[in-house]
């Protein structure tokens, strides 16, 4: 075992096995001109999974506007194209058009899902596990009521050598 993996294993938060969530969040880890970053995509694949499981829940996501210019709306569009070849029904999707950390994301969710006027009693989300520690914070400051669940993509899906941010992760990005 890695001295990394040692480190994230000590500092991650436990898994919380979700009960019946109104809302699936994949958390966002950025994008390439091309292509997901490998966290956004494995996050997203897994949130899609989630909502074959919760038939009620609607999947809620943000667009990262700090990888490139424009990054957002090429985000938007590849997760979009992502949940339509999967089948999800976008009635089922509430995205937030544009963040740059993690509390904007938590933010604007919010924001849409209360402009959707759909509940959030529970709030499922899908984060890697070296971020799950500031993700359950940041979220339980934003959805201080609501019940939070958690499940883990790997941590070595965070960083990723090719992606055009080059500083990934950071408590200062929050």
Not at 24 to 35: E, F, K, M, S, T
Not at 49 to 63: C, D, I, K, V, W
Not at 76 to 91: F, T, V
Not at 102 to 117: D, N, W, Y
Request: glycine share 4%; net charge neutral; with cysteine.
């Amino acid at each position: 075992m890695s001295l990394a993996k040692m480190f994230v294993d000590f500092w991650k938060v436990s898994e919380i096995q979700p009960q019946n969530p109104d809302v699936i969040v994949a958390i966002c880890y950025g994008v390439l001109p091309d292509r997901l970053a490998v966290g956004t995509l494995f996050a997203l694949e897994k949130a899609i999974e989630l909502l074959r499981q919760f038939p009620n829940a609607t999947l809620a996501f943000g667009s990262a506007a700090i990888c490139f210019p424009g990054s957002e709306i090429v985000e938007h569009e590849l997760k979009m194209k992502r949940l339509k070849a999967a089948g999800i029904p976008l009635e089922r999707v509430v995205s937030a058009p544009k963040i740059y950390n993690t509390v904007t994301e938590a933010q604007e969710i919010r924001h849409e899902l209360e402009k959707a006027g759909i509940p959030f009693r529970e709030v499922l989300i899908v984060a890697a596990e070296a971020h799950s520690r500031s993700v359950m914070k940041i979220y339980r400051w934003i959805f201080p009521v609501a019940r939070l669940s958690l499940v883990h993509i790997p941590f070595e899906m965070e960083y990723q050598s090719d992606h055009t941010v080059t500083l990934q992760t950071g408590p200062w990005f929050w």
